[in-house]
C-alpha cells in the first residue's frame, strides 16, 4: 500500500514524540513491504511565531494531500498566560479539525495489565475497564457564536440535528462491533442542546435494536467512570463533555501518555495523541511516547491494515512488560528510559519480530 502522510509535530513536546511515531510507522512499513512517504508541515505557536497564523495555508494543503495526518501537540504557556492574545495556537488544531471536518473523535481507554497500579483508582476497579468515547469534534461551545467585553462574555453551545445525527451513526457502528452497549451522555435536565441530543439519539436508537442503549446525565457519567468503569463499552457526546471526560479516562488508564485517538469525518483523518504539548518537559526527553506510537496504530487499523496495527500494539506491550518505560509509569527503582530509547526499542522489537 502507498501511505503518504503529512506530519504535525508542532509544540512542547509534539516533536520529540512525533519522531518517535515516524520510526515506528517506518519500520512497520517496512516489513510489510509498504511505500511510505512524510511530508512534515507546521502549526500551532511554531507556526504563529513563523508565519502569523496557528494552521497556515500550505499546511492545510499538506492535510488535503496526504492520506493521513499524524499530529502531534500543540500549546505555548506564554499564550496561556495571555487573555489578550489575537491568535492562539490551539486554534491551529480547531482549525485543523474544522477545516478537515472532522467531526467524530474516537478515544479508546483501554487498560494494560502491568499498568493497573499506577491507576489511582483500585485494581480491581480498573482492571479489564476497556471503553471507547465517542466525541464530538466540530460542534458545540468549541465553534459556536463567541463574545467577550470587559464585563461579559459567552460561548454558545449550538447543535443542529445533522450534526447530533452523523456522530450518533459513528457510535452506533462501533457499538455494533463490540459488545452492543452505547450510553448517551449529555445534560438533558438542563441545556437545551442536550434535550436535541437526547431526542436525536432515541430516534437513531430505533435503527439499532441490537445495541442496549442508555442515556446518562454528564455529572453521572463522570462519577460512574471513577466508581465503575467496566459499566461503559461505547460512550458518545458532545464536545466539550467528551474533551473533559477523556481527560478523566487517562486516570483508569494511568497516565496521560498512553492515550491515542483517530479523528476522522468529511477528509484526511487525523490521528493524535490526547494529551497537550506539555512544555514544561520539552526537549527533557521524558515525555511518553507511546499515544503518540498508538496513534499510529490506530492509522493502520483505519486503512484496514490489522496485522500492521497489531505489531505496534504488541511492541508497546512488550515494551511496557520489559520495564523500558518513561519516568512516569516506570516501576519504582527501575531504569529510567527516555523518550527516544523507548522509541528505539520498539523500532527494535518490530525489526526483530
Ligand atoms: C484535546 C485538547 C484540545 C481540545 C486543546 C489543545 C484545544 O485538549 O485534544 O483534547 O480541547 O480539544
Ligand atoms: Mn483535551
Excluded at 430516534?203 to 445495541?211: G, H
Amino acid at each position: 500500500m502507498n501511505l503518504k502522510i503529512a506530519v504535525l509535530p508542532g509544540d512542547g513536546i509534539g516533536p520529540e514524540i512525533s519522531r518517535q511515531g515516524v520510526d515506528v510507522m517506518t519500520a512497520v512499513c517496512e516489513r510489510f513491504g509498504h511505500n511510505v512517504s512524510y511530508e512534515y508541515a507546521i502549526c500551532g505557536a511554531d507556526a504563529i511565531d513563523k508565519v502569523g497564523d496557528p494552521f497556515p495555508e500550505e499546511t492545510f494543503k499538506t492535510c488535503m494531500n496526504a492520506d493521513a495526518v499524524l499530529f502531534s501537540a500543540v500549546g505555548d504557556p506564554k499564550f496561556d498566560n495571555d487573555p489578550t492574545a489575537k491568535v492562539r495556537p490551539e486554534q491551529g488544531l480547531l482549525a485543523m479539525r474544522k477545516k478537515l471536518g472532522l467531526f467524530a473523535n474516537i478515544r479508546p481507554v483501554e487498560t494494560f495489565d502491568c499498568l493497573i497500579h499506577k491507576s489511582p483508582l483500585k485494581d480491581e476497579l480498573v482492571s479489564g475497564a476497556d471503553f471507547i468515547c465517542i466525541r464530538e469534534l466540530t460542534g458545540g461551545m468549541y465553534f459556536g457564536e463567541k463574545y467577550q467585553d470587559n464585563d461579559k462574555a459567552y460561548d454558545t453551545n449550538a447543535y443542529t440535528r445533522h450534526e447530533v445525527e452523523r456522530i450518533l451513526e459513528v457510535a452506533y457502528k462501533y457499538a455494533m462491533q463490540r459488545r452492543k452497549h452505547l450510553t448517551v451522555v449529555d445534560k438533558a435536565n438542563v441545556l437545551a442542546s442536550s434535550r436535541l441530543w437526547r431526542q436525536v439519539a432515541k430516534e437513531v436508537a430505533l435503527r439499532y435494536p441490537e445495541v442496549e442503549t442508555d442515556y446518562m446525565f454528564v455529572d453521572n457519567a463522570a462519577m460512574r467512570m471513577i466508581q465503575d468503569p467496566k459499566f461503559f463499552d461505547v460512550m458518545v457526546t458532545e464536545n466539550t463533555f467528551g474533551d473533559i471526560l477523556t481527560d478523566e479516562g487517562s486516570c483508569i488508564t494511568g497516565s496521560m501518555g498512553l492515550l491515542p485517538s483517530a479523528s476522522t469525518g468529511e477528509h484526511t483523518p487525523v490521528f493524535e495523541p490526547i494529551h497537550g504539548s506539555w512544555p514544561q518537559a520539552k526537549g527533557q526527553n521524558i515525555a511518553n511516547p507511546l499515544a503518540q506510537i498508538l496513534s499510529v496504530a490506530m492509522l493502520f487499523e483505519y486503512f484496514g491494515l490489522k496485522e500492521e496495527g497489531a505489531l505496534v500494539r504488541k511492541a508497546v506491550n512488550a515494551s511496557l512488560d520489559a520495564n523500558v518505560r518513561t519516568p512516569e509509569i516506570q516501576v519504582e527503582g527501575g531504569a529510567r528510559y527516555g523518550t527516544k530509547e523507548v522509541g528505539a526499542w520498539i523500532v527494535d522489537y518490530i525489526k526483530n519480530a
